[in-house]
């Protein structure tokens, strides 16, 4: 049984560039999150979505950065004209089901974002 | 809006002893969940343990045990027999009934086990 995928697990990009990252949750799971972390800090929620739907997108900065989870293929996360500033790791996480204060997050092994 | 306060940013124990990280929690919901992560060096988010806001018994799992004290709103995290594996970043977390898990985590204890 595979966990939840991303990829790539490290990304560099120059200042302006676009950064994708994605994320295959496991299998099963429809409900997937996106959390950053940025140095000696916890991780901050991001964004929800469900399959083809964003569902809270409260965590994520306004302008740049999109994130989507279609029918078929991975979520992705999207950041455009990348800034120093958002270096930092991004993790995906799973959950199978909704709402149970009990269900583990299935995390990933998280993306590490460097912008030179 | 909950919170979470985790006041540790690094402890030391030594191998074989017995350590607690601290975390606090505020929240003005009833139902909720708390959980403990480990996070190793190579960067992954390891599930330890959880514990609900119901849950009369302290949740165990393995050396790992919760000592969660609803009053004073604490959820300390109780690591037995410290083995060198256990170095690593530990974050406390909370997620709330009602919702999808929009988890809110600490700002995480780096622990040292010292051989």
């Known amino acids: 049984n595979a966990g939840v995928m991303q990829n790539p697990r490290h990304l560099v990009r120059r200042r302006g560039q676009e950064a994708r990252l994605r994320c295959s949750p496991v299998k099963g799971h429809s409900h997937v999150y996106w959390y950053r972390q940025l140095p000696e800090e916890g991780l901050k929620f991001m964004v929800y979505?469900?399959?083809?739907?964003?569902?809270?997108e409260s965590g994520m900065p306004k302008e740049r950065f999109s994130a989507e989870f279609p029918k078929e293929g991975p979520s992705i996360l999207r950041i455009q004209q990348v800034v120093r500033g958002d270096s930092a790791a991004y993790f995906c996480a799973s959950s199978p089901t909704l709402g149970a204060t009990n269900e583990k997050l299935f995390f990933g092994s998280g993306t590490q974002l460097s912008v030179l | 809006a909950q919170k979470i306060t985790q006041t540790q940013p690094g402890m030391f124990v030594q191998e074989k002893e017995a350590v607690t990280l601290d975390c606090t929690y505020d929240t003005s919901d009833q139902s909720y969940g708390l959980f403990w992560y480990k996070q190793p060096s190579s960067g992954e988010m390891i599930f330890l343990i959880y514990q609900g806001s119901y849950d009369e018994q302290n949740a165990t799992e393995g050396r790992y045990s919760l000592n969660f004290q609803k009053a004073r709103k604490s959820a300390n995290l109780v690591i037995s027999a410290s083995q060198l594996g256990d170095s690593a970043m530990y974050f406390c977390?909370?997620?709330?009934?009602?919702?999808?898990?929009?988890?809110?985590f600490g700002t995480g204890t780096k622990l040292q086990v010292i051989p």
């Open positions: 979505l469900q399959k083809e739907n964003i569902i809270d």
């Open positions: 977390a909370m997620s709330l009934s009602g919702g999808y898990q929009k988890v809110t």
